[in-house]
């Protein structure tokens, strides 16, 4: 009968923190999904202290507030998600009961063959919290009442008031209910009814049931440490529209068939002339047109494309060793101020340098970087300044 009383007593703070939290939910509640934040974010730490009553094969015989013992819970945790939450916790303390004849935790005198029962018990076990008031009513940082239920498992041990050996070890499955009650940001009262399920043994009496168990409760404090909220995923900045940089890809692909055009046709223009005989004193050489090596804004980084252009132009260079180049190098004025422009521009043409030089072969003495920044705008169009223009110098 004390029992039925104990868990009723445990339901009713169950269902009365459910009902007052539902009403909060009705004011105004978001419902995710919502990020994840970093690792020692939503960390929180509890101290509480009440009471434990344990039921084993004899603890029937006895008054049940005879049973009650004192009980400590301190716990840390983090909450992964509104709804989701992990949780190491300590709790225990001390257990009361009655066992049948004199047993190793037993205590006191014999009472018509039953003996007081008295034992220092701990449990250390790891939780999974459901935060059922996010769950269903959508997060609130400020909601007064938070409803947890949760479950676990670690690792029980109880040991002999008395010093004098005694002791035991089990693995113990744990369940509970949470309920949290906010009175600042950082601070929260929290009320936690539990009940432990252990091997019968646990306190050297068997011979009923094969498990036993132990209710708790307790009331506390909670802390929890900066960062303590979340934010939802749909407030996430998208990503821009990018057709204007894949209208850029397609123009440069464009311009590298023309590229790829004029290098099969100077080509046949060398071959040729090489295949003439020798009717003129004045030498020869490959013509080589402006070539233009774009880049998207803000960047000095060459594509694929651009390195295919600049592998054909240097083939060409490198059969004109006399000849000397400028590598013209512009950013557009429309972004960034005339100092930033500047130094892109340098990087630009210091990258086309170092593809040429030292990717495809060209002697670097037959190159001259002459780098404007914004200064100078060749073109029509932001997109057609941020540009190399690889021109003969002669």
Same mark, same amino acid.
């Given at each position: 009968?004390?029992?039925?009383?104990?868990?009723?007593?445990?339901?009713?703070?169950?269902?009365?923190?459910?009902?007052?939290?539902?009403?909060?939910?009705?004011?105004?509640?978001?419902?995710?999904?919502?990020?994840?934040?970093?690792?020692?974010?939503?960390?929180?730490?509890?101290?509480?202290?009440?009471?434990?009553?344990?039921?084993?094969?004899?603890?029937?015989?006895?008054?049940?507030?005879?049973?009650?013992?004192?009980?400590?819970?301190?716990?840390?945790?983090?909450?992964?998600?509104?709804?989701?939450?992990?949780?190491?916790?300590?709790?225990?303390?001390?257990?009361?009961?009655?066992?049948?004849?004199?047993?190793?935790?037993?205590?006191?005198?014999?009472?018509?063959?039953?003996?007081?029962?008295?034992?220092?018990?701990?449990?250390?076990?790891?939780?999974?919290?459901?935060?059922?008031?996010?769950?269903?009513?959508?997060?609130?940082?400020?909601?007064?009442?938070?409803?947890?239920?949760?479950?676990?498992?670690?690792?029980?041990?109880?040991?002999? =008031?008395? &010093? @004098?050996?005694?002791?035991? !070890? +089990? #693995?113990?499955?744990?369940? %509970?209910? $949470?309920?949290?009650?906010?009175?600042?940001?950082?601070?929260?009262?929290?009320?936690?009814?539990?009940?432990?399920?252990?091997?019968?043994?646990?306190?050297?009496?068997?011979?009923?049931?094969?498990?036993?168990?132990?209710?708790?409760?307790?009331?506390?404090?909670?802390?929890?440490?900066?960062?303590?909220?979340?934010?939802?995923?749909?407030?996430?900045?998208? =990503?821009? &529209? @990018?057709?204007?940089?894949? !209208? +850029? #890809?397609?123009?440069?692909? %464009?311009? $590298?068939?023309?590229?790829?055009?004029?290098?099969?046709?100077?080509?046949?223009?060398?071959?040729?002339?090489?295949?003439?005989?020798?009717?003129?004193?004045?030498?020869?050489?490959?013509?080589?047109?402006?070539?233009?090596?774009?880049?998207?804004?803000?960047?000095?980084?060459?594509?694929?494309?651009?390195?295919?252009?600049?592998?054909?132009?240097?083939?060409?260079?490198?059969?004109?060793?006399?000849?000397?180049?400028?590598?013209?190098?512009?950013?557009?004025?429309?972004?960034?101020?005339?100092?930033?422009?500047?130094?892109?521009?340098?990087?630009?043409?210091?990258?086309?340098?170092?593809?040429?030089?030292?990717?495809?072969?060209?002697?670097?003495?037959?190159?001259?970087?002459?780098?404007?920044?914004?200064?100078?705008?060749?073109?029509?169009?932001?997109?057609?300044?941020?540009?190399?223009?690889?021109?003969?110098?002669?």
């Amino acid at each position: 009968m004390k029992k039925i009383i104990f868990l009723s007593i445990i339901m009713l703070f169950g269902f009365t923190a459910f009902a007052q939290n539902e009403a909060v939910i009705e004011l105004q509640s978001q419902k995710g999904p919502y990020l994840t934040n970093r690792f020692f974010d939503n960390i929180f730490i509890s101290v509480a202290g009440g009471a434990n009553v344990y039921w084993g094969e004899n603890d029937n015989r006895g008054s049940f507030w005879k049973r009650v013992a004192p009980a400590l819970d301190v716990s840390l945790g983090k909450w992964i998600t509104p709804g989701l939450g992990v949780r190491l916790q300590y709790s225990g303390l001390r257990a009361k009961g009655w066992s049948y004849g004199q047993q190793p935790y037993s205590t006191g005198s014999s009472q018509n063959g039953f003996y007081k029962e008295k034992f220092h018990t701990s449990n250390l076990h790891a939780d999974l919290l459901w935060n059922v008031s996010n769950a269903w009513g959508g997060y609130r940082e400020d909601r007064f009442w938070d409803f947890v239920p949760y479950v676990g498992f670690g690792w029980a041990h109880s040991s002999n =008031v008395t &010093d @004098n050996g005694y002791k035991k !070890n +089990e #693995i113990a499955a744990t369940a %509970g209910l $949470l309920n949290n009650m906010r009175i600042s940001p950082a601070v929260d009262i929290n009320l936690e009814l539990k009940c432990m399920l252990v091997n019968q043994n646990f306190d050297f009496v068997t011979g009923g049931s094969r498990a036993e168990y132990m209710g708790t409760v307790t009331l506390g404090l909670t802390y929890k440490f900066n960062r303590r909220d979340f934010s939802k995923a749909s407030d996430i900045v998208p =990503v821009s &529209d @990018n057709s204007m940089y894949i !209208n +850029e #890809i397609n123009g440069l692909k %464009g311009k $590298l068939a023309q590229a790829q055009r004029n290098r099969d046709e100077l080509a046949n223009r060398l071959a040729q002339e090489q295949s003439k005989e020798a009717a003129v004193v004045k030498e020869m050489y490959p013509v080589l047109a402006d070539m233009a090596i774009f880049f998207r804004i803000n960047t000095a980084v060459l594509t694929e494309e651009s390195l295919i252009n600049i592998g054909y132009i240097a083939d060409v260079i490198k059969k004109v060793p006399d000849k000397k180049f400028i590598l013209y190098s512009s950013a557009d004025k429309e972004t960034g101020t005339a100092a930033y422009n500047q130094k892109l521009s340098e990087k630009r043409g210091q990258a086309v340098f170092d593809a040429l030089t030292k990717k495809f072969g060209v002697n670097p003495a037959q190159l001259t970087i002459q780098a404007v920044g914004s200064s100078e705008q060749r073109f029509n169009g932001a997109k057609l300044n941020r540009v190399v223009v690889i021109e003969d110098n002669e």
